[in-house]
Nanobody, 125 residues
């Protein structure tokens, strides 16, 4: 079992930045690939970024490439999502999630095994 707690969400103007953090506890954090998944009102969940256990392989959705950066610090059991040049379309609840394996499956939200409770991000125009 892995427990995940997100923080760092909030209200920001378009063009601004936010940094989300996700603190993990329980089983060995470094054994898991980690992802950030978002869900906007009335829309499906989408994986926006994922990172493998060593932090040397990443996935980004096309909609966030060049603006978002995922990173992890295994010594601190924490994964981050730096979000720059935010747009109103980035408004969503952002979830941190853990996956036992790294592969094409990390692009699908239903592949993840453990989830945090989510943090709200609102980008005003």
């Amino acid at each position: 079992q892995v427990q995940l707690v997100e923080s760092g969400g909030g209200l920001v103007q378009a063009g601004g930045s936010l940094r989300l953090s996700c603190a993990a506890s329980g089983r060995t954090f470094s054994n898991y690939a980690m992802g950030w998944i978002r869900q906007a009102p009335g829309k499906e969940r989408d994986v926006v970024a994922a990172i493998n256990w060593r932090g040397d392989n990443r996935y980004y959705a096309d909609s966030v490439k060049g603006r978002f950066t995922i990173s992890r610090d295994n010594a601190k059991n924490t994964v981050y999502l730096q979000m720059n040049s935010l747009k109103p379309d980035d408004t969503a609840v952002y979830y941190c999630a853990a996956d036992r394996a790294w592969g094409p499956g990390v692009q699908s939200w239903d592949e993840y095994d453990y989830w945090g409770q989510g943090t709200q991000v609102i980008v005003s125009s």
